[in-house]
């Protein structure tokens, strides 16, 4: 394994809904995902997350288990709903006061807090709200984020020094508002957009809110995926850059360029040159989005490759499998190079504009059972893990400032449409006993982070 250079981070990541539980306790209100989780048919085998890993109650047991493995920083999520249990209004203190708990026992544990203000778990009472088009559809929802952020920032921000607004906003996009394969369930296709404008939105007045708070190191998580062109004919590689203009480039542009990326193949008009083409936009929007950032945060799987469209599709693109590359459980490909295309790509495309990047989710499933002796061998995910901090390292020598690498996850969770069943974890859970086993994977990267230190 390369050197990296001194002072890199090392971390794990997980969010508040796929860990928590205790969807009730100390006045949490209800957020989409448990009106999502409660509908028949949309979750896989019918699980649900009311207990999760039980991290509400069993949080100190996991500060352990990171002391453990001696990360510098652990990216969690905070749960809207606990705070503002209706999304609007004044702070539910004993919400902030478990992630008050928590923050001192990692800081306590010598492991940095990195806070993420949304992974995808809205106040239903938004959702539902009677006076507009509702969740993120809702111009005001950007507002409402803001005010949470500052409330979130006004308690814990003496302490948390690294915040992300917004997790994967594509991804909350496209399976929330466009496919509804996530919460809420809408099936929008392409009038999703207006959610996509409306999260960058709240990025932007949520990191004014963040620094007048004092917050010393804000960013925003996106996923990125190469876009892989089926072959080298035209209409592939036109596919391809539709893909990335609609995954990176709505989702990045704005964020550092101050415009959206040119949307005319969506028959949407060039709306790089003309945001007017996109009616939701209104004036000052675009800076308002384009707050400087101290970070981009980068949450990388797989490449994407991508094929022209059948005739009469949605979307001008196809998304097609690759040959022979070995696959995860989820049947996502693993394609380590596209770590570092996507650390390189982002450097060369953006710049001067380009803030440090930091890895904020890497890693994979596979659901190992233990041996004879309790022990669980995951030595596929040692594999998954080893090659991607290597094609980092590529990265680096190519000249992409990274500063961190997070896991994804520090414990096998719920993986919202899948239920309990894609493992991610480097520590298994046991869903009846909620015991915690390290595994294989847990004490390699136990050792990788001490031979770096
Ligand atoms: C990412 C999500 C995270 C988890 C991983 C597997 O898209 O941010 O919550 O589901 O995928």
Known sequence: MPRLPEGFAW?????????EGAPDEDGRGPSVWDAFVDTPGKIRDGHTARTACDHYRRYPEDVALMK?????????????PRVQPTGTGPANAPGLDFYERLVDALLEAGVKPMATLYHWDLPLALEDDADGPGGWLDRDTAHRFAEYARLVAERLGDRVDHWITLNEPFEHMALGYALGEHAPGRTLLLDALPAAHHQLLGHGLATAA????????????????????????????????????LHRGVFTDPVLLGRYPDLSAYGLGDTAADPSALPFVKDGDLAAIAQPLDGLGVNYYNPTRLAAPAPETVFPFDIAEFDHAPTTDFDWPVIPSGLTQTLVDLTRDYGEALPPLWVTENGCSYDVAPGPDGAIDDHQRI????????????????????????????????????????????????????????????HWYRSLIADQA
């Open 11 to 19: 971390g794990v990541a997980t969010s508040a809904f796929q860990i």
């Open 68 to 80: 453990d493995l001696g990360v510098d920083y652990y990216r969690f999520s905070v749960s809207w």
């Open 210 to 245: 963040l620094r007048a708070a004092g917050a010393g190191h804000v960013m925003l998580t996106n996923s990125y995926t190469p876009a892989v062109p089926f072959s080298g004919n035209e209409s592939d590689l036109a596919a391809a850059s539709a893909y990335d203009a």
């Open 383 to 442: 594999d998954f893990l080893d090659a991607h901090v290597r094609a980092l390292a590529d990265a680096l020598d190519q000249g992409a400032d990274v500063r961190g690498y997070l896991v994804w996850s520090l414990l096998d969770n719920f993986e919202w449409a899948e239920g309990r069943h894609q493992k991610f974890g480097l520590v298994d859970v046991d869903e009846q006993t909620q015991d915690r086993t390290p595994k294989a994977s847990y």
